[in-house]
């Protein structure tokens, strides 16, 4: 059995949008046109939201959602410090996975 949270729902749509739509999430995020790479990244970030929407869906543990979406949020940190390219989308997924982890904290 599975339960849907409004949280879960959000990152399940989000990782849908970067696995179908990967150029175009990208381009709103980057602020231009995205390379290869970028596609391919945005790509491996949209299977981690989905299967990470369904693993706190399935479970019901709020709380590992919270432990990777505070993993990711970490990581955008020093992306945002160094990289003038990829600050802006930077600050976005840290944004979003802040929101996130705190609806899944306030889950557990």
Do not use: F, N
Not at 1 to 9: E, G, K, N, Q, V
Not at 38 to 43: A, F, L, M
Not at 76 to 101: D, E, H, I
Request: charged share 15%.
């Amino acid at each position: 059995m599975t339960d849907w949270r409004p949280a879960d729902l959000v990152r399940l749509t989000a990782g849908v949008l970067d696995l179908t739509a990967p150029a175009a999430v990208a381009t709103t995020e980057l602020g231009h046109a995205p390379h290869r790479a970028d596609v391919v990244i945005y790509r491996v970030l949209g299977a981690r939201q989905v299967l990470q929407a369904w693993g706190t869906a399935v479970t019901g543990w709020g709380a590992l959602g919270a432990v990777v979406d505070l993993a990711h949020l970490t990581s955008m940190v020093p992306v945002a410090l160094l990289s003038r390219r990829w600050r802006r989308a930077a600050l976005v997924q840290m944004t979003v996975a802040g929101v996130l982890l705190v609806a899944g904290v306030r889950r557990s």
